[in-house]
């Protein structure tokens, strides 16, 4: 079992920057890939980033390539997600996951274990 808590989120204007974090309890976040997803109201849960298990691999939505940057810290199990030059439109709920055998897929399916969310709110 992995219990996975967000925190970080908040309220910025656009053009300003956030830091969210994922601290993850359980054995297997060495081997897990981790990924960051979210869900704006009326929207389905999208992909945001994920990083592979020892980070040597990172994937991004095109929404975020450039602004956003996926990191781990294996010894503190925790993950961070940096966004940067934030817009209106990153509005969301934003969640970690994890996926316990260490694939590098962007589907959601593939992530066992998600954590409660974390609002980020971007004003104009």
């Known amino acids: 079992q992995v219990l996975l808590v967000e925190s970080g989120g908040g309220l910025v204007q656009a053009g300003g920057s956030l830091r969210l974090s994922c601290a993850a309890s359980?054995?297997?976040?060495?081997?897990?890939?981790m990924g960051w997803f979210r869900q704006a109201p009326g929207r389905e849960r999208d992909f945001v980033s994920l990083?592979?298990?020892?980070?040597?691999?990172?994937s991004y939505a095109d929404s975020v390539k450039g602004r956003f940057t996926i990191s781990r810290d294996n010894a503190k199990n925790t993950v961070f997600l940096q966004m940067n030059i934030l817009k209106p439109e990153d509005t969301a709920v934003y969640y970690c996951?994890?996926?316990?055998?260490?694939?590098?897929?962007?589907?959601?399916?593939?992530?066992?274990?998600w954590g409660q969310g974390t609002q980020v709110t971007v004003s104009p």
């Open positions: 990083i592979t298990p020892n980070g040597g691999r990172t």
């Open positions: 359980g054995r297997t976040f060495n081997t897990s890939t």
């Open positions: 996951a994890a996926d316990p055998r260490g694939y590098s897929s962007r589907q959601s399916g593939w992530f066992d274990y």
